[in-house]
């Protein structure tokens, strides 16, 4: 490798796919990277990663032959943020990460896990492989007590730390109330037509009794950005509701924060939506389609329901009723930024200085 007077890393993740979780990790990592260095970011949209990083140099990262001729650039590649190491999107999504870490080592360059969840892991082989390359990592810092246990296990001489998820280490913003109601809301295979009436009819009521507008907030634009006109194609969207709603497909941090800053009430089922949401001191209650959906709203003190145990209408309005125009506590909220930070001390610790 040729010499360079400041270290160069691979941030490897799901970023450039227009999904504002993903944009968010990657805003933290890229402000807890020790300065000077030279970074290589794997990204779909290399116009949007130039928006985040204008001195990052894009990776195509739907091109694993591009990600592996990538490694032999830098010092050490960081694997950041979200479930990486998991095979429910697929098996296929799974194996490009072993490979990256497998070739990694092989060219003696050091993998760092960096506010990771590990799993789920549904298959025996899936479980395996991760198993056999975990150990070669250099460190990792993990975002919730499940992936922690399961690497201890697995990788018991591999220096850990666990932390709230990195995204609480944005800054905090302030709420300034307002009249709207914000949805952040997106597909789940928990939520048939008859668990979206529910939820739709619950959200009329409200919206009737405070004669409030509806902001249908889009953290991923292909997955998210069409869920309204979806629904309202299935006939489950009254006209009442339908007049009352818009979509808006932010394409900044600052978008979301200058939505759900004036909202009454903000509902999401997405984590990182439950987190901006937080941070920004909003009157929320969340559903979740996912167990890190609830751990992290246990932990903000906010009230939550499963989508797996739906209840009915007058249940959901009882609760989001009480939630109405109650602001976070600050002091909460900066204990859980306080813990985050745990994520950029370990990574700093262990990457490579030249």
Wanted: charged share 20%; aromatic share 6%; net charge positive.
């Amino acid at each position: 490798m040729a010499a360079r007077s400041v270290p160069a890393y691979l941030l490897c993740g799901y970023y450039g796919e227009n999904n504002l979780g993903d944009d968010a990790l990657l805003t933290v990592l890229l402000r807890e990277m020790p300065q000077p260095c030279r970074l290589l970011v794997t990204a779909h949209d290399a116009d949007a990663l130039a928006a985040l990083a204008p001195d990052a140099e894009a990776v195509n990262r739907r091109s694993l032959r591009s990600v592996l001729r990538s490694i032999g650039r830098v010092d050490a590649v960081v694997l950041g943020g979200g479930s990486l190491l998991q095979d429910s999107t697929s098996l296929r999504s799974l194996v490009y990460y072993l490979v990256i870490i497998a070739m990694a080592r092989l060219r003696g360059r050091p993998v760092l896990l960096w506010g990771q969840g590990l799993g789920p892991l549904q298959r025996p082989i899936s479980r395996r492989l991760v198993r056999l390359l975990l150990p070669a990592c250099r460190s990792a810092s993990w975002r919730d007590q499940a992936s922690m246990d399961r690497a201890s296990r697995w990788a018991p001489q591999l220096p850990m730390q666990i932390a709230p998820d990195p995204v609480w280490g944005l800054p905090r913003q302030s709420w300034t109330g307002g009249q709207s109601i914000v949805v952040c809301w997106r597909p789940s295979p928990l939520l048939g037509l008859q668990e979206w009436t529910v939820l739709l009819n619950a959200l009329q009521g409200l919206a009737e009794e405070l004669d409030a507008p509806i902001r249908w907030l889009a953290f991923h634009r292909h997955q998210d950005g069409g869920l309204l006109d979806w629904l309202s194609d299935q006939g489950v969207v009254s006209s009442d509701l339908r007049s009352r709603s818009t979509t808006m497909v932010p394409t900044s941090l600052e978008m979301v924060f200058a939505s759900v800053r004036k909202a009454r009430l903000v509902i999401p089922m997405r984590l990182h939506a439950l987190i901006l949401t937080r941070l920004a001191l909003c009157p929320m209650a969340a559903l979740s389609y996912d167990p890190k959906v609830e751990a992290a709203a246990a932990m903000a003190g906010v009230p939550c329901t499963s989508l797996d145990a739906l209840p009915d209408e007058q249940g959901l309005l009882s609760q989001w009723r009480a939630a109405l125009d109650c602001p976070a506590d600050p002091e909460q909220v900066e204990r859980i930024r306080s813990g985050a930070a745990l994520h950029g001390r370990q990574l700093r610790r262990f990457l490579p200085q030249r």
